[in-house]
């Protein structure tokens, strides 16, 4: 009995990846070559070249790089570059290093956010783009194009708020028989000119750099498209765990390979070929096109689903590591914490994703917008795989990400050539993001300075003097970030307008370094005066009534504060807009509206 229920956890593990991690990767032989041979003559030795650098790109960008190197680095089983700047906070525990790498993962996780915008575009609009070579459909003008591959994003977008738990069971299925057609096709060409296969030597690819020269060079910021969707092995690793995933991507880079390698064979034999994938399809067999191009445009929506997905977990973890604004967030799963719904994020991510898809109108436009962020991220990612390795007993490995770093940086240096052709939206989309972090982390930082919370013990002497006289009967609690420093709400309360009960509650929510886990811990202060602190991990999801009654805090009323920003600073003014645009911490962690009573503060900055 154990060894079915193991077999059925090895294979239902690889399924459940192919449909939650390799969507992205797994959709871009629909583009990557149409794109790269829009710029490259169709020559044999050309084909063989571009197929090389595709294998290896693969191997050393997403199997060495993230497979093999990056997944070893965790946290309670989660990834991802907020992962390794809490490993690094532990490590270095501070110092200009410690900065340097705070930085580059804040500039990491926005090019991941703005590649969640380019991403969905692009593969839903490429699929919708097979439609032109279905029999009567040629002379589609590309704006209707466009406007189905926005409809399909629309639709998709509405749906988050139902939550996928229900519909995530097909995506595995449909996804494994996706990866199945791109194996087969590939390998019905393949026969068709066998000696294509060579092309996985490396010198093949060496050749081409060579005699291409800068053009050559130029031509790398395309074929990057191929490992688009790499980084999300490492992110997603906390949703599926570690060994399904490599599992699965074994079985998702031979088809992908194979599949290139059947596009190469049919550009040899069809030189004048444009939108490749889907003509060597219906080459092959014109009665399955049809199926096929409905199959690829599903693929492409279970592939921006799962980007969708990520980036309200990248979010999430941005607002409870406070580098992010508070958030409404909707919890759409009871049994997966990963299935969330943050209404802002999605609204404003389905508006960049339309206004991209009409602003560039065609996929082939879109290419010259994608790869900046994704080689950005994975330069990032090696700079800082190399920090913490460094600083590991696996010393050994640093010179192999050294390599894979002077890789990552050809590629990104390479992308800059489109920076005129429309690169400069992916800064642009990523600068968003990374502004708001910058703001708020400052701002925040300026904010608790500029409140000057009173000393625990100057504050204990009025407080005892007050209680031994002055009580309200139940309990109060009063919510701070800090214990040991008493917030300036609490002082107007207390010492000012007498505002003691029989029993004070000091409550404070501490985010661990730690992905999950959840402890509680209740300490007297003084008489009447008790300190709660909820030490939760940043991926953790809090029922604070709930932990409050298992710690027999039954509270009559919640007392919290609320700033009032007087600035004349434009930055900021900035902020204190945002303060008030966010939730409160109350409303972000769903507390009784009947027992909150908040207390506003007015603050110099």
Partial sequence: MSTRHAEDSFWGGIVKSMGLVFGDVGTSPIYTLTVVFALTEHTPENVFGILS???????????????????????????GEIVLREILIKMLKKGRLLAFAGFLSFVGVSLLLGDGVITPAISILSAVEGARLVPGFDDVPQLVLVVVAASIAITLFCFQSKGTDKVAGIFGPIMVV??????????VSIATMPSVVTAINPWYAVEFLYTNGLSGFFVLSEVILCATGGEALYADMGHIGKKPIIRAWYFVFVALFVNYLGQGAYIIAHPEAQNILFGMVKWESPLLYVPFLLLTIMATIIASQAIISGVFSIVYQGITTRLMPLMRVKYTSTQLQSQIYIPAVNWALMVAVILVMFLFRESGNLAAAYGMAVTGSMTITSIMMMIVYAHTTKKWKVPVVVLIFSIDLLYLLSTFSKIPHGAYWSIILASIPLATILLWTKGQRALYQALMPLDRETFLTSYRQIYARVRIPGTGLFFAR????????????????????????????????????????????????????????????????????????????????????????????????????????????????????????????
């Fill in 53 to 79: 650098l595709v294998f290896w790109t693969m191997s050393l960008l997403v199997s060495a790089q993230y497979a093999w190197l990056a997944m070893n680095l965790s946290k309670r089983g989660q990834g």
């Fill in 482 to 605: 800090e214990v040991p420093a008493v917030a300036p709400y609490v002082v107007h309360c207390m010492i000012r307008s007498n505002i003691v009960y029989e029993r004070n509650v000091f409550a404070s929510i501490v985010r661990t370094d730690e992905p999950f886990g959840v402890f509680s811990c209740l300490g007297e202060i003084a008489p009447g005066l008790e300190s709660f602190e909820i030490h939760a991990g940043y991926m953790e999801v809090l029922d604070i009534e709930q932990i409050l009654r298992e710690n027999g805090i039954r509270e009559k009323v919640i007392f919290y504060g609320i700033e009032d920003i007087a600035t004349e600073n434009p930055l900021w003014r900035i902020f204190a807009i945002l303060k008030k645009l966010t939730p409160s911490f109350v409303q972000f962690n769903n507390l009784p509206a009947s027992k909150l009573q908040g207390v506003v503060t007015r603050v110099e900055m």
């Fill in 178 to 187: 996706y990866f199945a057609s791109l194996f087969v096709s590939g390998l």
